[in-house]
């Protein structure tokens, strides 16, 4: 039987603060990004009910961007708005995961052929700067540096490919990948030299004005549905956390007037 993993359920006024905003961006943006973050890393727990009234008093903010905010949260999945019932982190879903997979992998494989023939010399020196900086975060192991910089690289791919909108509905999209890959580096299921190299190539294949050797490169690095799926099966403290921590999410208030069998 797998360990159970210790997880803290903070008090919101120690997660968040008017200091915690960043400074670019409306309101509304800024606090998404807090929030969104704060969901990523698994410092917000599934399940947890969140308030728009608090939120906006420990920010010091009106509530019409903290709502704003959550309804933008609601659309790409992180939360569950219940009418009359409560806003609520979502639990973390593995068809969920799988069908974020899909969309990415999908969109940045096009995404690459599109950079190989479409890519400028400016371009390739972004994405050759962005691993240099890598490299630099995986020795000094500043795995969120690394992760953000992973972030910096895909997202210059698609402007390579002149299609930067298309990297929004990926970043929409793959909101649930990105709170599985936080719990993977919580349980040191760590690439981080296999990824640079795998970065090295897909860079070289752009370069080289190959189409089909930059959708291969980057289907390589990316994977498949089957092989995250196989990935996640050989971690089983990864499922026993998972399955911890959505078992043990609070049970939602039902909206008023509905059957009380309804979560």
């Given amino acids: 039987m797998s360990e159970m993993v210790d997880f803290p359920s903070l008090p919101l006024s120690e997660l968040i603060s008017p200091e915690a905003l960043g400074r670019e961006g409306n309101m509304t943006n800024r606090i998404y990004a807090l929030l969104r973050q ?72 096009g995404a690459a052929m599109e950079a190989a023939s479409r890519h400028s010399l400016e371009d390739v020196a972004r994405l050759r700067s962005c691993i240099v900086r890598q490299k630099a975060a995986a020795e000094q192991e500043d795995y969120p540096d690394f992760f953000l910089l992973d972030e910096e690289f895909h997202r210059t791919i698609f402007a390579a490919a002149r299609l930067p909108g298309a990297w929004g509905v990926v970043n929409q999209a793959k909101g649930e990948m990105d709170r599985m890959r936080h719990l993977k580096r919580v349980f040191a299921v760590r690439r981080t030299e296999q990824v640079i190299e795998e970065h090295e190539a897909i860079v070289a294949a752009i370069e080289s004005g190959d189409p089909a050797a930059a959708r291969e490169a980057v289907v390589k690095h990316l994977g498949s549905i089957e092989s995250k799926l196989t990935e996640l099966s050989r971690n089983p403290k ?26």
């Fill in 238 to 263: 990864l499922w026993a956390y998972i399955e911890q921590i959505n078992t043990r999410a609070p049970k939602k208030r039902s909206p008023r007037g509905a059957p009380s069998s309804v979560a």
């Fill in 38 to 109: 704060l969901i990523v890393e698994v410092r917000l727990l599934p399940g947890r009910a969140i308030s728009e009234k608090e939120i906006a008093a420990i920010l010091q903010v009106s509530k019409t961007p903290v709502r704003e905010a959550i309804i933008r949260l609601a659309e790409d999945g992180f939360v569950t708005v219940v009418p009359q019932g409560g806003t609520y982190v979502t639990t973390i879903e593995i068809q969920r995961y799988m069908e974020a997979c899909f969309i990415r992998f999908k969109l940045e494989e």
